[in-house]
């Protein structure tokens, strides 16, 4: 799926978080989202994933405009997402965290099924549990299936979260500082993961050189507008971005 995003205003009381801010993402690019703190970054990612719906703007998917659905219909509809701090579920195990996102699909068969544990049930469930060990092994997890989230450092959590995220195939992924209290051995089994994702990603970071190393394409934010966009070479030679966040 493509991204678009046209002219996006956000206001909190007097301040603007986000102001006409215009930038496409085609279908499985990865696309890298810079810029200070307070840029409005993830802000423009809750406005993308429709937890907030902005003042003025359009959110456009495949060229249909999203921007009046909420976030349950765009995450039904293909739309994936992970935290600046990791949400994760914490009196869960890491499997169940993982299989949360599939539950949406329903158990098949409805309560009859679920009362006569009838072989339709369990084959879906079978197929469900697979589809999480699968996502876990992607990550590097798998050995943590059987642990309590809660018993996780901020890294495995972010791991998990991912995970999570692609548990259910998504179409459009959006990533929020997902390296950061990872490990450089973490780091490299992320990248290996983003390199295999089908999907169109659009990645909220502020390690600059891993954005610059898996990115074709770069949007800088600053004080809520957009003020660079290009392949990665263009956006570090700019001198506003050098000016406003590089140096």
Known sequence: MSLELEGIGVGFGGVRALEGVSFA????????????????????????????????????????????????????EGMARTFQRPQVFGRLTVLENVLTALEWHGGGGGLAADLLALPSRR????????????????????DLAGLYAAE????????????????????????????????????????????????????????????MDTCERIVVLDLGKV??????ADVREDPTVRAAYLG
């Open 25 to 76: 993402v085609a279908r499985g690019q990865v696309c890298g989202v810079i810029g200070p703190n307070g840029a409005g970054k993830t802000t423009l990612f809750d406005v993308v994933t429709g937890l907030r719906r902005p003042d003025s703007g359009h959110v456009r998917v495949d060229g249909v405009d999203v921007t009046a659905r909420g976030a349950v219909r765009r995450a039904r």
């Open 123 to 142: 084959a879906r469930e079978l197929a469900r549990r697979e589809r999480a060990e699968h996502a876990l092994e992607r990550c590097g997890i798998a």
């Open 152 to 211: 996780l450092p901020i890294g495995r959590r972010r791991l998990v979260e991912l995970a999570r995220a692609l548990v259910d195939s998504p179409k459009i992924l959006l990533l929020d500082e997902p390296t950061s209290g990872l490990d450089p051995a973490q780091v490299a089994v992320f990248a290996e993961v983003l390199a295999s994702v089908e999907a169109t990603v659009l990645l909220v970071e502020h390690d600059v050189g891993f954005v």
């Open 227 to 232: 003020i660079a966009e290009g392949d990665p």
